[in-house]
DNA sequence: CCTCGGGGAGAACCGGCGTTCTCTACCGTA
DNA sequence: TACGGTAGAGAACGCCGGTTCTCCCCGAGG
């Protein structure tokens, strides 16, 4: 079997383990009978366990933030390019598998452990507030307001993780508009 | 000793170490050494560590809600009360050990496996929600505010924590304030 | 046909940790 | 002094899970 579908085949294994059960709470056993890879396959691609959860929050991490683009540019507008980031996490909070942020999740499981899973929860975290900021900038709209719709959509999904409903994107939308209000 | 004092004990080596670095890499052999009770009275107290985060868990959700209850009760005007969670929030974030909010943390160490642990996150939040709406009611606002609120506050909680940085809090509390004039 | 390298299945190893057990010291009491 | 009961220290046990190793098959090349 070719290594690139293979190592596809590990990350997709991991991604739903490790994002529906914890990282911890999954054994390299259940990753390999999830992927049908052997150990010796899987060792291969990633020596170690760590590595495999980098590789699975790097994957994520680009593939969500291209699913939350791709929505937002169906919009032209300025102020709707805004709006429908809380309108894109709504549909997300609404999947079936949905269980919260990973990467806040995966603060809280190793975020006082794992200096790299730190860093790259925190550099998923920047990317986003940075998107966040350049859709307030293209508004021409004040620089706070960034930081402000960025905590919003934070509070949004850790509720919605935590109550497992998709109305906290509802909520959070409202408010957004009232702050693009407010700055008007 | 008494049966009091040593119940202190463990639960406040459970806090400082569960809260700091999590809770599966803390082991009862760190409890017993941090708390200075042996294991056997450790486990007379608490028959598996399962209970002992239990216990935890509830201790610091009393205490928590205390804390801010007794911050904010320091104003009389209703929308002082309000913005004041906001301030006591940074006040929180600016100490020392902070480390972002143990209920969030304890989700996505635990939400995914524990029910029980599950279950003392929802009802942790639901009571802080249902504190900033009890102020949100008596500064006479509509009720969205209240959820809205909540929200920002979840972000900025969730923002201090892993950015380590107590600014989100203001961010947060610029938009409620923003909020409360979007209401008025 | 023989050989050899790579891969699969799963056992084996090993450290960590939750939990229990053993041994000993100590204290109050007759 | 003898004794029973309690508590502490820490070893022991058992399980789990990350990692490695063994054994076997198979397919390519001579």
């Excluded at 293979?6 to 990350?11: E, F, N, V």
């Excluded at 990633?46 to 699975?56: D, G, I, S, T």
Aim: net charge negative; charged share 25%; aromatic share 10%.
């Amino acid at each position: 079997m070719d290594s690139e579908v293979a190592r596809d085949r590990a990350l997709d294994a991991a991604e739903k383990l490790f994002y529906g059960r914890g990282i911890h709470s999954v054994g390299m056993d259940d990753i390999r009978s999830t992927s049908g890879l052997s150990l010796k396959r899987l060792y291969q691609l990633f020596p170690a366990k760590e590595q495999l959860v980098e590789a699975y929050l790097e994957r994520r991490d680009v593939a969500w933030r291209q699913r939350l683009a791709a929505h937002v540019d169906r919009c032209t507008d300025p102020r709707e390019r805004i709006l429908s980031v809380f309108d894109w996490l709504r549909l997300w909070f609404l999947e079936p598998d949905f269980r919260g942020c990973a990467w806040i999740n995966s603060y809280g499981e190793l975020g006082a452990t794992s200096p790299r899973v730190l860093a790259q929860v925190r550099a998923h975290k920047q990317a986003f507030r940075a998107y966040v900021a350049g859709l307030v900038a293209d508004a021409e709209l004040p620089e706070p307001l960034g930081g402000q719709l960025y905590l919003l959509a934070e509070g949004a999904m850790v509720t919605a993780g935590i109550e497992g409903s998709a109305e906290p994107a509802v909520q959070a939308g409202l408010a957004a508009g009232l702050l693009l209000e407010a700055y008007r």
